[in-house]
């Protein structure tokens, strides 16, 4: 009888035993499951919030998106710079700032101005003095850090004037023989007119006058199919630049002290060869006879 009752109490234990395993392996089933039923939510939280986050950026960028070539429009003001202003400089005309050329008609010229080009490998900003290796990482820094800076008040562009003042015969390193368009022609050589009737106005006097023939010669001449003159026939004058000046300056400044110091040294010679002259005669001594 004790020995049944034994049994039996070793079959209970043994019962609580398994259900105790049992619903610890329950547990442990379910645990994944929870995690599993839960990570989705938590995916398409993230994805939301990234989405987001994506969202605001998109719009951030929209609203600093320019529909201006910055790179024609460079091109432009280099062709504007070289072979219009120097002659504009030279009749001592001022462009007014109606004109399209005028430089507050560009829309980088702020930005393009704090350009601090110091070594071959080395665009510096200069409005917080960032160092880039070269200039088309200078310009997406202009982008996304110095928009504000960019003249938005006249919303001109100057890559739009490209057509009439050749930027694609400036930007091509090796000339392409393409078909002539004779309606394109036709558009850029209207636009270069316009731009010589606004900017040199013939009722302006003898001097604009001279100034608005020399642009159609220059500029609009060559807009055609037919064998004619090829752009900036006039030809250009480089603006002299202010660190060539300095050097100039510098070496009228340093040469005659050059060849002071050459002097006092021819001097110094002379006049060390005349005292070895006297000391050696007074060194002999006489022979005795």
Not at 33 to 40: D, F, L, M, N, Y
Not at 189 to 202: I, M, R
Not at 249 to 264: A, Q, R, S
Request: with cysteine; hydrophobic share 35%.
């Amino acid at each position: 009888m004790k020995r049944f009752q034994i049994e039996i109490r070793e079959m209970r234990k043994w019962s609580k035993r398994v259900v105790f395993l049992f619903l610890c392996l329950s547990i442990c089933l379910q645990i994944p499951s929870v995690s599993s039923s839960t990570s989705p939510f938590q995916e398409n939280e993230g994805h939301k919030e990234s989405s987001a986050a994506g969202t605001l950026k998109l719009e951030h960028e929209d609203a600093h998106i320019v529909h201006c070539s910055r790179e024609r429009s460079r091109s432009a003001w280099k062709i504007i710079e070289e072979y219009l202003m120097p002659f504009v400089e030279k009749e001592r005309y001022k462009v007014s700032s109606g004109c399209r050329l005028h430089s507050d008609n560009d829309l980088f010229r702020d930005q393009e101005q704090h350009k601090l080009h110091v070594d071959i490998n080395e665009w510096r900003c200069g409005y917080c003095r960032k160092s880039f290796y070269e200039e088309k990482y200078l310009d997406k820094h202009f982008d996304n850090r110095h928009f504000d800076f960019l003249n938005v008040s006249h919303g001109r562009c100057l890559a739009d004037l490209c057509g009439a003042l050749h930027c694609d015969f400036v930007m091509d390193s090796a000339p392409r023989k393409t078909k002539c368009n004779p309606a394109a022609a036709a558009r850029n050589k209207h636009l270069c007119e316009s731009l010589a009737d606004s900017c040199f106005p013939v009722s302006n006097g003898p001097v604009s006058v001279r100034l608005h023939e020399f642009f159609l010669r220059q500029f609009c001449d060559a807009h055609t199919c037919a064998r004619g003159p090829k752009p900036f026939s006039k030809g250009r004058k480089k603006r002299t630049s202010i660190l060539y000046i300095s050097i100039s300056i510098l070496t009228l400044m340093l040469l005659p002290l050059f060849y002071f110091f050459i002097y006092l040294y021819q001097r110094g010679i002379k006049r060390g060869s005349q005292e070895l002259k006297r000391i050696l005669p007074s060194g002999r001594k006489k022979k005795p006879f």
